[in-house]
């Protein structure tokens, strides 16, 4: 009895284990580093959880309502989780009830890529990570002032730094 319940304590603590803490063991994770991050569609299947990969690079969507971030108030900047970029400052997040963490702008321009996006018979303007193309959700014309913009960001993709 003893023995079993010592195991089950042992591991607790791995299956509670965050995504944000396992994406941090990323050797490709760097606040500090600028260059754009290029590696194979492997190597990031290995290195990023199954979540975060299936976001990231397959261009997935995390299901609405279910991020950290939709409704937190920390204070600090997101970053991308796979590679580390500066992406928002949490004073452009807004609380936009679309079920998504939204803000209202990036960090800076080049935080940031634009793609148009076509696809489900919408259109779109995707955003992407500028260092290293993650997927990141999308950008619509429906945000707050002064921009107008609502950056629609799967949680999934996303780490605080304070
Ligand atoms: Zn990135």
Same mark, same amino acid.
């Given at each position: 009895?003893?023995?079993?319940?010592?195991?089950?304590?042992?591991?607790?603590?791995?299956?509670? /284990?965050?995504?944000?803490?396992?994406?941090? *063991? *990323?050797?490709?994770?760097?606040? *500090?580093? /600028?260059?754009?991050?290029?590696?194979s569609?492997?190597?990031?299947?290995?290195?990023?959880?199954?979540?975060?990969?299936?976001?990231?690079?397959?261009?997935?969507?995390?299901?609405?309502?279910?991020?950290?971030?939709?409704?937190?108030?920390?204070?600090?900047?997101?970053?991308?989780?796979?590679?580390?970029?500066a992406?928002?400052?949490?004073?452009? /997040?807004?609380?936009?009830?679309?079920?998504?963490?939204?803000?209202?702008?990036?960090?800076?321009?080049?935080?940031?890529?634009?793609?148009?996006?076509?696809?489900?018979?919408?259109?779109?303007?995707?955003?992407?990570?500028?260092?290293?193309?993650?997927?990141?959700?999308?950008?619509?014309?429906?945000?707050?002032?002064?921009?107008?913009?609502?950056?629609?960001?799967?949680?999934?993709i996303?780490?605080?730094?304070?």
């Amino acid at each position: 009895m003893t023995l079993i319940s010592f195991s089950a304590c042992a591991q607790s603590p791995t299956k509670q /284990k965050t995504n944000t803490t396992m994406e941090k *063991n *990323n050797p490709y994770y760097n606040p *500090n580093r /600028k260059e754009a991050v290029v590696i194979s569609e492997d190597v990031w299947k290995n290195i990023l959880s199954p979540e975060v990969y299936q976001i990231a690079r397959q261009k997935g969507t995390e299901r609405p309502f279910t991020s950290e971030f939709e409704n937190s108030k920390e204070v600090g900047t997101f970053h991308c989780v796979a590679c580390g970029n500066a992406l928002f400052k949490s004073t452009a /997040k807004f609380e936009s009830g679309c079920g998504w963490p939204s803000f209202f702008e990036p960090i800076t321009k080049d935080a940031i890529i634009y793609l148009p996006d076509n696809s489900h018979g919408m259109k779109r303007t995707e955003v992407e990570c500028g260092k290293c193309k993650a997927h990141l959700g999308h950008v619509f014309e429906d945000g707050p002032p002064p921009t107008g913009l609502r950056y629609c960001i799967n949680g999934v993709i996303l780490t605080i730094e304070k």
